[in-house]
């Protein structure tokens, strides 16, 4: 079955504390991309990446960091956790940069107290 | 001007009507057009994809795509109570390939 998966599903911490949110897929994607949805601004995107290791900085980098080490897997990563970056998060991938529809992962709840 | 807009609602229609839902967009250059739909606390899916002028219908529904207004709409026939969910507008510029997303319509399909 042709899936994006991420975990963790929910997660809380504290602030500063380091925590990585998986992503991978099994459809030979080229592109991925990070969302956040947050009530009233909609999905925003945080890092996004055309192939393995080429990224790139979407509209809300900033506190984020991704990599792109193999195809199928596409790792957010925030390395000082604040409580504003509470969020609604969503793993999404496409076949290509153009023309595709996204297919998304479940998401992944995080609250940072 | 924000690049996609949406209605937020929420839009209320009776079981088994048309619900109409639209977008508007402000690059020139977007080249493919998508409505999903979620469901409060799920990721989004699919349910329709637009690339030229004029109407597409998949089912009950219909995209309807006006480039030279800028606008894109999502027609729901038979409106079912488990249609109602938000459903997003997304668009595909040309120049930056980049997927800019609406805030969503809250439909709600009452009995």
């Known amino acids: 079955e042709a899936q994006v998966t991420q975990n963790p599903r929910y997660l809380i911490t504290v602030t500063g504390k380091k925590l990585t949110v998986t992503c991978s897929q099994n459809m030979n994607h080229e592109y991925m991309s990070w969302y956040r949805q947050d009530p009233g601004l909609g999905l925003r995107q945080i890092y996004y990446s055309m192939n393995v290791e080429v990224t790139d900085k979407g509209d809300v980098p900033e506190g984020y960091k991704v990599s792109r080490k193999e195809k199928r897997n596409f790792p957010l990563i925030l390395e000082s956790p604040s409580p504003n970056q509470t969020s609604l998060y969503f793993c999404?991938?496409?076949?290509?940069?153009?023309?595709?529809?996204?297919?998304f992962g479940q998401g992944t709840r995080l609250t940072v107290v | 001007q924000k690049e996609v807009e949406q209605n937020s609602g929420p839009l209320s229609v009776p079981e088994g009507a048309i619900a109409s839902l639209n977008c508007t967009y402000s690059?020139?250059?977007?080249?493919?057009f998508f409505w999903y739909r979620q469901y409060s606390g799920k990721s989004p899916e699919l349910i329709m994809s637009?690339?030229?002028?004029g109407d597409k219908e998949d089912g009950r529904f219909t995209a309807q795509l006006n480039k030279a207004s800028q606008y894109v709409s999502l027609l729901i026939r038979d409106s079912q109570p488990s249609d109602s969910a938000t459903y997003l507008c997304a668009v595909r510029s040309y120049n930056t390939d980049k997927l800019i997303f609406g805030t969503g319509t809250r439909l709600q399909v009452f009995p």
């Open positions: 690059d020139r250059g977007s080249q493919s």
């Open positions: 637009i690339y030229s002028n």
């Open positions: 999404a991938s496409t076949r290509d940069r153009r023309n595709t529809e996204a297919f």
